[in-house]
């Protein structure tokens, strides 16, 4: 009898550890918290959100500052003398340049600008020079408009990139979440497969303990002469049989407490005992026509499956009216004010050109206005880049379609399914309840045989087996009924940290 009692010994132990109580909705949390694959998700969704900031970012204005300074040198023959000259060109340029344009398919560009030409040049005459200086300042401002009348005329194809940008954000948000209720389904099953294991543990100690005592009260009664020495051995292989099954049921509560704290992002190295129990079955009925409702309102993957549906189909919308050709027509203003430096015939300077005056002269009488009409016409020849497109995306359309319509098929199967497996739980956890109770009935009338002699202690035996086989059909009913309401709630996109 060694080895039975160290198998004992060895559960009383680790019984006897440090233990950390853990409560469902802690397991759940830490779950969350750690899950990588939930981590990568929250990733993406923060992508996709900076996608979309991106996206919105092509009607943003730009704004541009250009400016050239140039210095150019020259000779020649006067035309009128027939002597020869040579001088300096210098050229400055600054011009400011705002342009965009709006969801309407509407452009728009505002220029600003000053440019000063610098002329000197000198005549040789042999016995001595002229010297000839032109200076001029030009200030100019314009705004102009294009608008396109065909292609790029309709908002939403304008927007496109900016409405597959919030779609893609959309759907990265639905997929975290998606990947947070997977995350608490894994969770709450490895939960509550581990409260099963210890269940099964517990009951193992405990039948351990009674098949001890029965041993030891057998081990009196054969001393006694009360009872045959063969129904010591019975009792004696009944303590072996049931150390083994505890010790199986140890191992296995242990592995299944380390799947958990793995789920959980721990270290396997602790204790833990169960702080939640799967308790009784709530007494209620459940509409299958009520519940795939909401999962179908709800349920994760055919929310990303619809919103996939969704961008499919913008994206045919825009490619079909990709195929026109692109005409569009331009309106453009603009004015520009001089200031020309002055000279008298004797070359001498009358009058200074100024930027301030070349500013003032774009408002006064002395402005130059100009107005311009254009327009312009474009189409590939053929088009097949655009009709292709448009064709693909209209197939894509098809196939999403079919995907959703056959996963709303799916998950509709499974919501019934998993009702069906609600109410055969409840009915199971029952006829567990009602068999443990005739099981412990039939024991004590056993026992009260066997103190009677009219028994043997084979049937005492068999009956304390039946109970313990029983107590465990009732803790696995009641756990496959908590796991069915998981999945049924991961359906319906309802699943949470509380114990449902």
């Keep these: 009898m060694r080895f039975p009692l160290l198998v004992v010994s060895l559960l009383l132990t ?47 204005p730009t704004y541009s500052l250009d400016g050239s300074w140039r210095n150019a040198r020259f000779r020649g023959i006067d035309s009128q003398l027939g002597l020869p000259f040579e001088g300096s060109n210098k050229r400055w340029n600054l011009t400011n340049n705002l342009n965009g344009s709006f969801s309407t398919g509407t452009s728009y560009n505002l220029s600003a600008g000053m440019t000063n030409d610098s002329v000197n040049s000198t005549i040789d005459l042999g016995a001595g020079a002229i010297d000839n200086a032109q200076v001029q300042f030009q200030s100019d401002a314009s705004v102009s408009l294009t608008q396109q009348l065909l292609k790029g005329v309709i908002t939403k194809y304008n927007l496109q990139n900016v409405t597959i940008s919030r779609q893609s954000y959309t759907v990265a948000q639905l997929s975290t979440e998606r990947a947070r209720q997977e995350t608490l389904a894994t969770a709450a099953e490895s939960y509550w497969n581990w409260v099963y294991q210890s269940n099964l543990r517990d009951i193992g100690l405990e039948s351990v303990a009674v098949a001890e005592e029965a041993l030891r009260v057998g081990k009196l009664k054969v001393e006694a002469g ?85 961008t499919a189909e913008i994206q045919q919308s825009t490619s079909k009216h990709g195929r026109l050709p692109t005409l569009s027509a331009t309106v453009a203003t603009g004015v520009s004010g001089l200031s020309n430096q002055e000279t008298n015939a004797l070359g001498r300077v009358t009058k200074s050109a100024s930027p301030g005056e070349s500013l003032g002269n774009l408002t006064g009488s002395e402005s130059q ?88 202690q084979k049937d005492v035996l068999e009956a304390r087996n039946e109970v313990a086989r029983a107590k465990a059909e009732a803790t696995r009913a009641r756990t496959d009924y908590r796991v069915a309401q998981v999945a049924l709630l991961k359906l319906q996109g309802q699943l949470t940290e509380q114990t449902p």
Excluded at 33 to 38: K, M, T, V, W, Y
């Design 369 to 456: 206005p100009y107005y311009t009409v254009a327009g312009n016409f474009s189409v590939p020849l053929g088009n097949r880049a655009a009709k292709g497109d448009a064709d693909r995306n209209g197939y894509a359309v098809y196939r999403t379609r079919s995907d959703l319509e056959e996963l709303e098929r799916s998950v509709a199967a499974q919501v019934e399914e998993n009702v069906r497996a609600l109410d055969s739980a409840k009915r199971k956890v029952e006829l567990a309840d009602a068999n443990q109770h005739l099981a412990e009935v039939t024991l004590k009338a056993e026992e009260a045989l066997s103190e009677a002699g009219r028994s043997i």
């Design 14 to 60: 680790s019984a006897a550890h440090a233990e950390r109580p853990l409560t469902y909705s802690e397991a759940l949390r830490g779950a969350v918290a750690a899950n990588p694959s939930l981590n990568r998700a929250s990733f993406s969704e923060q992508e996709a959100e900076a996608s979309l900031r991106a996206s919105q970012g092509i009607f943003d």
């Design 226 to 310: 009360d009872l045959a020495p063969v129904e010591e051995t019975r009792l004696e292989a009944a303590l072996v049989q049931a150390q083994a099954s505890a010790l199986d049921s140890f191992n296995a509560s242990e592995m299944a407490a380390n799947a958990l704290l793995l789920v959980m992002g721990e270290s396997a190295d602790q204790v833990v005992v169960p702080a939640t129990q799967p308790g009784d079955v709530p007494d209620m009925a459940l509409d299958v026509k009520a519940a795939t409702e909401v999962a179908m309102s709800q349920n994760l993957d055919l929310a990303v499956a619809r919103a996939n549906l969704d």
